[in-house]
């Protein structure tokens, strides 16, 4: 049997929570996203929830593969870098690592204006938060990036919000992201979309100081 439509879709993982997330999408009629709460138990369940997602659909089908590569559970983030990076290179497709604040900036893009300020920050450990700052691109094709994720003190966290003159108020990651996996495979596309097709290798998870191990 042969498939005339290779690589015409998307596939996104998101593993840095406890929530593990898959979508995917021909980003024209068929977008499908779904979660399972696994917490510990992602490697366990990994690799059977995304052979059973993919479902009729061979691996040739796919021209990207995307990952939220953290901040987030170090243990969690790291397998899903990890499984991302082997099917890129197995496939020789490319591979999009997305921010996890970047996804959530975007799961909520629709409630600010173009060019506002998206501020987001999830908790780290030793008191410590990550946060970063985003706004959305003019032609509303993405996200430019205004801070980069960064780990912080609550003080410097508020002071550079300060200096930036940004007075909205920051969002906050909750402990489950991977609802936001469709952010990541929608984020992904707008880098191909411009052309970028990174190799596998340069994927790597941003481990900084997270809560989880």
Same mark, same amino acid.
Do not use: C
């Given at each position: ?96 690592? *997305?921010?996890? =604040? @970047?996804?959530?900036? #975007? ?10 300020? $998206? %501020? ?63 952010? *990541?495979?929608? =984020? @992904?596309?707008?880098? #191909? ?10 994927? $790597? %998870? ?8």
């Amino acid at each position: 049997m042969t498939f005339p439509n290779f690589h015409q879709y998307g596939l996104a993982l998101h593993t840095s929570s406890s929530q593990l997330g898959l979508s995917l999408s021909d980003f024209a009629q068929d977008t499908y996203t779904k979660t399972w709460d696994l917490d510990r138990e992602l490697s366990n369940y990994l690799h059977q929830y995304l052979l059973d997602f993919i479902d009729q659909k061979t691996w040739q089908h796919f021209k990207f593969i995307a990952v939220a590569k953290g901040p987030g559970s170090f243990t969690s983030s790291r397998i899903g870098v990890v499984t991302a990076r082997t099917l890129a290179q197995q496939l020789n497709i490319p591979l999009f690592g *997305v921010s996890t =604040l @970047a996804a959530f900036a #975007w799961f909520h893009q629709d409630k600010y204006d173009i060019n506002s300020p $998206i %501020p987001v920050q999830m908790k780290a450990s030793r008191g410590q938060l990550y946060g970063a700052i985003y706004t959305k691109n003019t032609e509303n094709t993405g996200l430019k990036t205004i801070l980069e994720d960064s780990v912080m003190m609550p003080e410097e966290w508020t002071q550079k919000l300060q200096d930036l003159q940004i007075f909205s108020q920051p969002l906050i990651t909750p402990l489950a992201l991977g609802m936001t996996a469709n952010s *990541v495979l929608e =984020l @992904a596309d707008y880098d #191909w979309q411009q052309g970028k097709r990174p190799h596998w290798s340069e994927v $790597i %998870p941003f481990y900084g100081m997270s809560v989880v191990t």
